[in-house]
T-cell receptor, first 112, second 116 residues
Framework: GQSLEQPSEVTAVEGAIVQINCTYQTSGFYGLSWYQQHDGGAPTFLSYNALDGLEETGRFSSFLSRSDSYGYLLLQELQMKDSASYFCAVSNVKAAGNKLTFGGGTRVLVKP | DSGVTQTPKHLITATGQRVTLRCSPRSGDLSVYWYQQSLDQGLQFLIHYYNGEERAKGNILERFSAQQFPDLHSELNLSSLELGDSALYFC???????????????FGPGTRLTVL
């Protein structure tokens, strides 16, 4: 089967840095994605890693180590609007089709 | 706004009934994905269609079925509804049918289904 582990909740203050770790067990691993979801909203794509290393997109960065089955999302210069749930998701691309399996989500609460 | 539309926004029905959820992907996207999000199960992949063909299946119950039409819109049919089917159902779309360079899926606003 497939499983992803990420912390359930993280609290930090404005301007701080938060790292959300994600470990996964899966077969046919293709890549690791991160999505943000505000309460009552739809998930929105943040980043994607298919190869080892760091991907930076503005205040957000994502890292992947395929050998360790591990990745993380780094949120820098936290803002109040970053309060949301963050999901890691693995892609399993087989002969046909793209299956995205999500972790349980990490709720990030940013305090003033 | 992701460009993916879903109707209806809310649906309240009784156990044993059948409902149809509708999704229109972003213009130009050939793939449609369906997900179920509930408090106890999280965000679960149900099924993936690409250009009218089923490509991947996840934890989709036999009571659920889906299809993608020639105009690329998709419908998710849920029958013999149970209380546990109450959830948010999201549709997402992407350009291709595989991971691709950035693998971005664009999610619609969701349909909140309540089974009483």
């Amino acid at each position: 089967g497939q499983s992803l582990e990420q912390p359930s909740e993280v609290t930090a203050v404005e301007g701080a840095i938060v790292q959300i770790n994600c470990t996964y067990q899966t077969s046919g691993f293709y890549g690791l994605s991160w999505y943000q979801q505000h309460d009552g909203g739809a998930p929105t794509f943040l980043s994607y890693n298919a190869l080892d290393g760091l991907e930076e997109t503005g205040r957000f960065s994502s890292f992947l180590s395929r050998s360790d089955s591990y990745g993380y999302l780094l949120l820098q210069e936290l803002q109040m609007k970053d309060s949301a749930s963050y999901f890691c998701a693995v892609s399993n691309v087989k002969a046909a089709g793209n299956k995205l399996t999500f972790g349980g989500g990490t709720r990030v609460l940013v305090k003033p | 706004d992701s460009g993916v539309t879903q109707t209806p926004k809310h649906l309240i029905t009784a156990t044993g009934q059948r409902v149809t959820l509708r999704c229109s992907p972003r213009s130009g996207d050939l793939s449609v994905y369906w997900y179920q999000q509930s408090l106890d199960q999280g965000l679960q992949f149900l099924i993936h269609y690409y250009n009218g063909e089923e490509r991947a299946k996840g934890n989709i119950l036999e009571r659920f079925s889906a299809q993608q039409f020639p105009d690329l819109h998709s419908e998710l049919n849920l029958s013999s509804l149970e209380l546990g089917d109450s959830a948010l159902y999201f549709c997402a779309s992407s350009v291709g049918d595989s991971g691709g360079v950035d693998n971005e899926q664009f999610f619609g606003p969701g349909t909140r289904l309540t089974v009483l």
